[in-house]
């Protein structure tokens, strides 16, 4: 008979502590969270000692491009509208990888690129730049790499 008391007694200050807790948070109210895309990065680390993290909002029209260049620390691009190729010099082929509304990806510091929309459609992508020099550009110039033409 103990037992049983024992464990009503401990069920119900779980439940009580349940209430509590909700009693105590806080639900949000006129805000929506738009996820913009998602991917796992293995073994992703990131250092930084007075650096910039710059956040940008890029928008190609079609047949845009970005221009060859790289960047002094990785960036992570969120594709929010439309498609997005990118053309890194580091693939000996040159062939574009094609990223769509939703995806995400990450370059990588100093790896010469180009951003291209080969599509019909406004691309719009979200960049977070991260180890910019303090006040500096979030991208170098680089002229065309002789393996993609």
Same mark, same amino acid.
Request: charged residues 15%; contains cysteine.
């Given at each position: 008979?103990?037992?049983?008391?024992?464990?009503?007694?401990?069920?119900?200050?779980?439940?009580?502590? @349940?209430?509590? $807790?909700?009693?105590?948070?806080?639900?949000? %109210? =006129?805000? /929506?969270? +738009?996820?913009?895309? &998602?991917?796992? *990065?293995?073994?992703?680390?990131?250092?930084?000692?007075?650096?910039?993290?710059?956040?940008?909002?890029?928008?190609? @029209?079609?047949? $845009?491009?970005?221009?060859?260049?790289?960047? %002094? =620390?990785? /960036?992570? +691009?969120?594709?929010? &509208?439309?498609? *997005?190729?990118?053309?890194?010099?580091?693939?000996?082929?040159?062939?574009?990888?094609?990223?769509?509304?939703?995806?995400?990806?990450?370059?990588?510091?100093?790896?010469?690129?180009?951003?291209?929309?080969?599509?019909?459609?406004?691309?719009?992508?979200?960049?977070?730049?991260?180890?910019?020099?303090?006040?500096?550009?979030?991208?170098?110039?680089?002229?065309?790499?002789?393996?993609?033409?």
């Amino acid at each position: 008979m103990k037992r049983r008391s024992l464990v009503l007694v401990v069920f119900a200050l779980a439940i009580g502590m @349940a209430a509590a $807790g909700l009693a105590i948070a806080t639900p949000g %109210s =006129g805000i /929506v969270n +738009v996820e913009l895309g &998602r991917h796992t *990065i293995p073994n992703f680390t990131a250092h930084f000692e007075n650096r910039d993290i710059v956040v940008g909002e890029l928008s190609f @029209a079609p047949g $845009g491009f970005s221009g060859w260049h790289s960047h %002094s =620390g990785k /960036v992570i +691009v969120a594709v929010a &509208r439309g498609s *997005i190729t990118i053309y890194r010099a580091s693939d000996p082929a040159c062939a574009g990888t094609t990223y769509h509304a939703g995806d995400l990806f990450v370059e990588r510091p100093g790896v010469v690129h180009e951003a291209r929309n080969e599509g019909t459609v406004a691309a719009v992508v979200n960049a977070t730049y991260l180890s910019v020099p303090p006040g500096g550009a979030v991208r170098i110039d680089e002229p065309q790499p002789a393996n993609c033409v």
